[in-house]
C-alpha cells in the first residue's frame, strides 16, 4: 500500500475559524510533509516532520500549525487564516528524511478561505 | 543560489509524437533531481529520479530522462505520447524546491 490519504478534499472556511487537515499513511514512513501549492503554481514545502518531531519549518506563518501525534498521522491546524491562504494543501510521507528518499503524496486538501 | 527552472510554461504535442521537457538547474555539486506529475486536482507522483550513475534513467510510464552535466539539464523524454499524459509536470532537486512547471496538452 502506498497510499497517502488526505482529509477533507475540500474545505471552506472563514477567517475566524479554526479546522484541521490530516493526513495519513500507513506505509511504516518516519518522514512527513506539508506542502502548500497555489493554482497554476509548484508546490511549496511548509513543514518536515523526521520520527515525529518538527524538522523543518520554512517560516510559515504562526497562523499554520503543525502536529504528529504519532507516526502514521499528521495534522495541520488553521486559525485566523487569509483569503490568500486559500490553496491545494499537499501531505507528502517518505521512508526517511533523506534526500534521495521517495516522497508519496496525497491527493490534497482544497481550502478556500473567505 | 540554487535554483531550478523550466523554460517551457506550456507544451502541446499529438498523441503519438514524441515529448521532451527541459529542466536546468544551478547547485553547487551535483544534485538530487527529480521529476513529478500531476494530474488536475492531483497529489504528485514521482516519474524517475537521478543522483550518480548511468546518466540515461528510466521511470515509470515509458518515461526517461538525461542527465548532463555539461549542460546543467535533466530533461524528460517519451518517444510515444498518450492522451492520458497530459498533466503538469516539475523537475525537482534535492530539498524539494521545485520548477514553475509545464504544462503538457495532447492533441487527438
Known amino acids: 500500500d502506498t497510499e497517502v490519504t488526505q482529509t477533507p478534499k475540500h474545505l471552506v472556511m472563514g477567517m475566524t475559524n479554526k479546522k484541521s487537515l490530516k493526513c495519513e499513511q500507513h506505509m511504516g514512513h518516519r518522514a512527513m510533509y506539508w506542502y502548500k501549492q497555489k493554482a497554476k503554481k509548484p508546490p511549496e514545502l511548509m513543514f518536515v516532520y523526521s520520527y515525529e518531531k518538527l524538522s523543518i519549518n520554512e517560516s510559515v506563518p504562526s497562523r499554520f500549525s503543525p502536529e504528529c501525534p504519532n507516526s502514521s498521522l499528521l495534522n495541520l491546524h488553521l486559525h485566523a487564516l487569509q483569503p490568500e491562504d486559500s490553496a491545494l494543501y499537499l501531505c507528502?510521507?517518505?521512508?526517511?528524511?533523506?534526500?534521495?528518499?521517495?516522497?508519496?503524496f496525497g491527493p490534497g486538501t482544497r481550502l478556500t478561505v473567505l | 543560489a540554487q535554483s531550478v527552472t523550466q523554460p517551457d510554461i506550456h507544451i502541446t504535442v499529438s498523441e503519438g509524437a514524441s515529448l521532451e521537457l527541459r529542466c536546468n538547474y544551478s547547485?553547487?555539486?551535483?544534485?538530487?533531481l527529480f521529476w513529478y506529475v500531476q494530474s488536475p486536482g492531483q497529489g504528485l507522483q514521482l516519474l524517475l529520479k537521478y543522483f550518480s550513475g548511468d546518466t540515461l534513467v528510466q521511470g515509470i510510464k515509458g518515461f526517461e530522462a538525461e542527465f548532463k552535466r555539461s549542460q546543467s539539464s535533466f530533461n524528460l523524454r517519451k518517444p510515444s505520447v498518450h492522451w492520458s499524459d497530459a498533466a503538469e509536470y516539475f523537475c525537482?532537486?534535492?530539498?524539494?524546491?521545485f520548477g514553475a512547471g509545464t504544462r503538457l496538452t495532447v492533441k487527438p
Open positions: 507528502a510521507s517518505s521512508q526517511d528524511r533523506g534526500r534521495w528518499d521517495t516522497q508519496y
Open positions: 525537482a532537486v534535492n530539498d524539494m524546491r
Open positions: 547547485y553547487g555539486a551535483t544534485p538530487y
